[in-house]
């Protein structure tokens, strides 16, 4: 399935969620769909996401780690089903609302927690999350980078396809 898709029914499964053991589990729903997606992006993504794409996996992977491993059945593991990641932007400016949810979610969670393993626990997650956040956000930062510089250099081609045809004595095209 297509990343943003899953993403989007993360979305859906977390705000649903309204018990800890719910909530719990989307959070790590969530951290493991962000791992496969950075994994997936340090392989075949964009070469100048490629490394933070790798920490993005990274820190994902520990936001699964401090959270207690959910009793799912494989077809139920989001990150398991994921096959398609057409549109980077998209699945990484939805991830990122994604992690901002988690977020929310988790100090929700610590708040009203009664003891303390389920606090520190929250507060693990929240930092995983966050770090992670702040990987997506990253690599969105660059890829608005590289698309302003590929059109700052289609501009620049095409005005020196116009200025060689003006020397020339060809007439631009409007």
């Keep these: 399935m297509d990343a943003v898709w899953l993403i989007l029914a993360s979305r859906r499964a977390l705000a649903g969620s309204g ?5 719990l589990t989307e959070v790590w ?3 493991a769909l962000a791992q496969a997606i950075g994994s997936r992006l340090a392989v ?12 993005l996996t990274e820190l994902a992977g520990r936001g699964c780690g401090v959270l207690d491993t959910p009793d799912l059945d494989t077809a139920d593991l989001r990150a398991a089903q994921l096959t398609e990641l057409d549109d980077a932007r998209a699945a990484l400016l939805d991830l990122g609302g994604l992690l901002g949810e988690v977020g929310i979610a988790l100090v929700g969670l610590a708040s009203a927690a ?8 929250c507060m693990e997650a929240i930092d995983a999350a966050d770090e992670s956040r702040d990987r997506v956000m990253e690599m969105l930062r660059k890829l608005a980078a590289r698309e302003e510089r590929e059109e700052r250099e289609a501009g620049e081609a095409r005005e020196e ?14």
Excluded: F, H, K, N
């Design 19 to 23: 018990d800890r053991t719910g909530i």
């Design 29 to 31: 729903q969530a951290q």
């Design 161 to 174: 396809r116009t200025e060689t045809g003006t020397r020339q004595g060809v007439l631009p095209e409007c």
């Design 44 to 55: 075949s993504g964009p070469p100048e996401l490629r490394g933070e794409a790798l920490g």
């Design 114 to 121: 009664d003891d303390q393993g389920t606090y520190w626990q």
